[in-house]
């Protein structure tokens, strides 16, 4: 079960992409500032897109060293290179092409066109083995630690690919394929709740009447089965991303306003 963490609501969706922009500019900057390197796990969906794109227009983006960032994916549809649908071709066009990433530190997930082919089974191993050597001895653990990880959640509660009831909710593994999703495409490739919560801190995003239902429920007791999104925290901060329409069923002490 998902505990509360931290729950901000935003006056609307605009104000709420705009607000988690600059909030992962802080974050990755007081990374780096640490520790020389910064990493974030990126989601897809309509919110997580826009934030990107508000990102890439903040004048403040030029303050994220990003030759020195590592960036991951949460989830992606199997679907080839390049294909519109897939979470890294938008984020692409939404910051990563504007900015000056090192392409060695990108990572996306591959597609049917990848090594492995027509296989989203060895796809996913092949992705866990890419996380693999990526994650340091003090990580504890076959996945880095993630600086922030950012999901959304669909209005039945799914969170990255995972879907409720699905049997990827139960896997070990750091990454499975699923296959028969239940919005299109059917096949994808997903990071499991264990590799989602070696995160530092995970942010979930969420905007629009249609998510309220699943957020309440993920934050009043829901078990992961039935709201995957339940099944998040990070390691050192949970944070509720929300506009005032995803948090319209919210009990009371558990919303907090920003500034509009």
Not at 208 to 229: C, D, F, M, R, W
Request: net charge negative; with cysteine; hydrophobic share 45%.
């Amino acid at each position: 079960m998902s505990t509360p963490g931290t729950v901000v609501v935003h006056r609307d969706a605009g104000m709420l992409a705009r607000a988690v922009a600059a909030r992962l500019v802080t974050h990755l900057v007081d990374a780096q500032a640490a520790r020389g390197t910064a990493s974030v796990v990126l989601t897809g969906g309509g919110i997580g897109i826009a934030t990107l794109r508000e990102l890439q227009a903040a004048p403040a983006r030029d303050a994220v060293d990003w030759p020195r960032l590592d960036v991951w994916w949460g989830d992606e549809r199997f679907l080839s290179t390049g294909n519109p649908a897939r979470n890294d071709t938008q984020a692409r066009a939404a910051l990563l092409s504007a900015v000056a990433v090192d392409e060695a530190r990108v990572h996306p997930i591959a597609g049917p066109d990848g090594p492995d082919g027509d296989d989203p089974e060895r796809a996913a191993e092949r992705y866990a083995a890419e996380l693999a050597r990526a994650a340091h001895p003090e990580d504890h653990g076959p996945v880095p630690r993630f600086d922030v990880l950012l999901l959304g959640i669909g209005p039945e509660g799914h969170t990255a690919s995972i879907f409720p009831e699905s049997p990827a909710v139960h896997d070990e593994r750091p990454v499975v394929a699923v296959r028969g999703c239940p919005k299109p495409p059917p096949t994808r490739i997903t990071l499991t709740l264990p590799a989602i919560n070696a995160a530092q801190e995970v942010w979930l995003v969420a905007a629009g009447e249609e998510k309220a239902t699943a957020v309440h429920l993920a934050l009043s007791g829901a078990g992961p089965v039935q709201i995957p999104a339940a099944g998040v925290a990070g390691r050192a901060q949970t944070r509720w991303l929300l506009d005032t329409s995803a948090a319209s069923r919210l009990p009371r002490q558990l919303s907090r306003s920003a500034s509009p």
